[in-house]
């Protein structure tokens, strides 16, 4: 027998003479005391928890680390669980209410900005109202703007750090090249949150892709046609993709030849990472050949990360899919 072949060879089994095993063998072959047999669930749990932990490593982008852990299943001490019932009782219904308020209060300045205005429905998604001109786009432009950061304030970002990473080479002569660049058609950001929107919404107020149902819904459907969305069917695949490509193309020109056009908003990573990771690149937004703006949006957290990652605490037994 080969030596590799050892290992993988199985334990003979105790001898028996003439074809029978006496009473006196099978004591001696027995032991005295046997191993505890691991319980169902823990056998289970083990199983379970290397499925999760090997996830982690594989799909890093998309592994939650806070310290609550993937899917909320880390353990939470008395401080902890103290906390999150304080919250639950007194502190997500004040913000819930505030934030209704503050989308209340947006709902009737667009609707007040919208009267006797045509709305525009060029093609298969429509312009909604992004063309809105004068006093009109000025105010749902200023008030959704500071709204939007009063949505951010309540829902407890107070103080949101900006730095502007753009070069300039004073020897070379380019310090001013930054002024001189041509206007931006689309910014390209990494996608984290839910919360990302309304950072974008109170910085530059840009437009948006979104699904077509979103149109149809209240308070929130007419908001987002006031941003000039470009409203898709997601499950269509075919004639309507080229809609829509066509569509973000013309927009991303137009915004970038117009001044008063509203920039597109895109992220080409495709869907949500926890913010540690940046994934590559679609191609959409790059189509129409404009400059394009980059920005990189992180939030900081010491117990909880707003990331909404998309593939956080899938295992064989949950089969939960975002």
């Not at 072949?5 to 003979?12: K, M, Q």
């Not at 932990?53 to 993937?70: H, I, S, V, W």
């Not at 010491?302 to 089969?319: H, K, L, Y």
Request: aromatic fraction near 10%; glycine fraction near 8%.
């Amino acid at each position: 027998m080969a030596p590799n072949d050892a290992a993988t060879t199985a334990p003979s089994e105790p001898e028996s003479v003439g074809g029978r095993m006496s009473s006196e063998d099978t004591v001696a072959t027995r032991p005295l005391l046997s191993a505890p047999s691991p319980s169902p669930s823990a056998a289970s749990a083990a199983p379970v928890r290397d499925s999760i932990e090997e996830l982690d490593r594989r799909y890093a982008p998309y592994a939650r680390r806070d310290a609550y852990g993937p899917m909320g299943r880390g353990p939470v001490g008395a401080v902890e669980a103290f906390r999150l019932a304080f919250a639950a009782v007194v502190l997500i219904p004040l913000r819930v209410v505030a934030g209704m308020l503050v989308l209340v209060v947006y709902y009737l300045v667009c609707r007040v900005c919208t009267l006797r205005v045509e709305e525009e429905r060029e093609g298969g998604e429509g312009d909604g109202y992004a063309r809105l001109e004068g006093w009109r786009r000025e105010g749902v432009v200023r008030c959704g703007r500071a709204l939007a950061r009063a949505m951010l304030f309540v829902f407890g970002f107070y103080w949101i750090p900006e730095h502007d990473c753009r070069f300039a080479d004073a020897e070379d002569g380019h310090a001013d090249q930054s002024k001189e660049m041509e206007r931006p058609g689309a910014i390209v950001s990494n996608h984290v949150s839910y919360v990302d929107i309304l950072y974008h919404m109170s910085a530059s107020f840009p437009s948006f892709v979104a699904k077509r149902s979103v149109a149809r819904s209240p308070l929130v459907g007419l908001i987002s046609k006031c941003l000039g969305c470009i409203f898709v069917q997601r499950e269509s695949k075919t004639s309507d993709f080229k809609g829509v490509s066509g569509a973000v193309t013309e927009r991303i020109q137009r915004a970038h030849q117009q001044k008063n056009a509203p920039m597109m908003l895109l992220f080409p990573e495709g869907t949500t990472t926890n913010g540690d990771y940046l994934l590559p690149f679609k191609t959409g937004a790059f189509i129409a050949k404009a400059p394009v703006q980059p920005v990189i949006l992180r939030y900081p957290y010491r117990r909880f990360n707003p990331a909404w990652e998309s593939m956080s605490g899938v295992s064989i037994t949950d089969n939960y899919f975002f």
